[in-house]
């Protein structure tokens, strides 16, 4: 609710202020909008359904089944790799983590799935090459992967 | 014929849930769910921050945007990129295109990844969720480490991404 309170606000002083200037180039910025949502249609339809798929074949419990009562590196290996195909809101993503801790899940699991939930995006990287490049993208995700096992390790041994 | 090409992939993932309508009626059921849901926030966080992009490509020069954040930028492009990703504006998906146009204008690659690494990991209402249910100690280890992360991964991009790297 506050994402769409900020979005909707900011939108509506920018539009204003554009207005007030130039009717012309505020028409001009809709038009630029219009060709990039098209641009990238295609593939924001695609992330809603793959999340879809991802989410229906493994919701909550099924996470919490594979990685909350086994400890050790095999189970840090699955949230990891959980944590990065999957986008989970975080809103959904932290009570999930508090109720894996509780079932028995290490602190090192939890810290990789969160860090590569939100580090790491397997169903967005089309979208992320079509706008930053392949390089970039793998680059960017294939550092923040190993930077989630490595700060997950140091939270385990921190936070023991 | 090329609007079905452009959305083979949308196209083909609804063969896909269909056939779990029919098949798999338990797991059609739940993705179903996550996908409307996701469609609705999509729909309604989508087209406002395409606007802005616009608007942010048509109305902001490129001289600003480099003297901002690009090269020479310094601290001060770093803490502005930080900011700018902390902003609570919705799912990271929807600043790839942002963090794409910002690259076009001249932007500094370390401060895009610092932009989009606070974007994804270090949102303002999400450490309030997070710490409520992780507790503070874990969320603020995770914010420290995190950001320490963010900027040397965007200092090793810096490194490596020629500006021949970013589709234009």
């Known amino acids: 609710m506050t994402t769409i309170i900020v979005i909707y606000g900011l939108l509506a002083i920018c539009l204003v202020w554009s207005l007030l200037k130039s009717l012309q180039k505020t028409i001009q910025s809709f038009k630029v909008a219009a060709r990039a949502l098209w641009k990238m249609a295609p593939g924001l339809l695609a992330i809603v359904g793959v999340v879809g798929l991802i989410l229906g074949v493994l ?30 809101p975080a809103l959904i993503s932290f009570p999930l983590a508090a109720s894996l801790l509780r079932t028995g899940a290490t602190v090192t699991t939890i810290a990789a799935f969160i860090t590569t939930l939100v580090m790491v995006g397997f169903v967005t990287a089309p979208m992320e090459i079509k706008a930053l490049g392949k390089k970039f993208t793998l ?8 930077a989630a096992l490595i700060i997950a390790g140091l939270m385990g041994v921190i936070l023991r | ?21 029919i098949w ?10 996550v ?10 966080i989508i087209p406002p921050v ?20 690009g090269a020479g930028s310094g601290l001060k492009g770093f803490f502005f990129s930080f900011l700018m990703g902390t902003l609570p ?23 895009i990844v610092i932009f989009l690494g606070a974007w994804a990991a270090i949102k303002i209402p ?41 589709p234009q």
């Open chain 2, 50 to 69: 395409f606007v802005l992009m616009g608007l942010l490509e048509v109305w902001v020069p490129k001289e600003q945007i480099k003297k901002l954040i």
């Open chain 1, 59 to 88: 919701p909550p419990e099924t996470i919490t089944k594979l990685v909350g009562e086994e400890a050790g590196f095999l189970a840090t290996a699955t949230a990891a790799v959980l944590g990065a195909v999957t986008l989970i």
């Open chain 2, 24 to 33: 798999w009626p338990d797991i059609s059921g739940r993705s179903n769910k």
């Open chain 2, 89 to 111: 504006t919705g799912p990271l998906y929807v600043a790839f295109p942002m963090a794409g146009t910002l690259l076009q204008k001249g932007a500094k690659v370390s401060n």
């Open chain 1, 139 to 146: 680059l960017r995700n294939s550092l923040s992967f190993v």
């Open chain 2, 126 to 166: 999400q450490l309030l969720v997070e710490a409520e249910f992780l507790g503070l100690p874990f969320t603020a280890l995770r914010f420290t480490l995190t950001l320490t992360a963010v900027i040397i991964i965007g200092l090793v991009l810096e490194k490596f991404i020629k500006p021949e790297d970013i």
């Open chain 2, 1 to 21: 014929m090329n609007l079905i090409k452009k959305f083979k992939a949308p196209l083909l993932l609804v063969l896909v849930y269909l056939a779990l309508a």
């Open chain 2, 35 to 44: 996908a409307f849901d996701y469609l609705r926030e999509m729909i309604l």
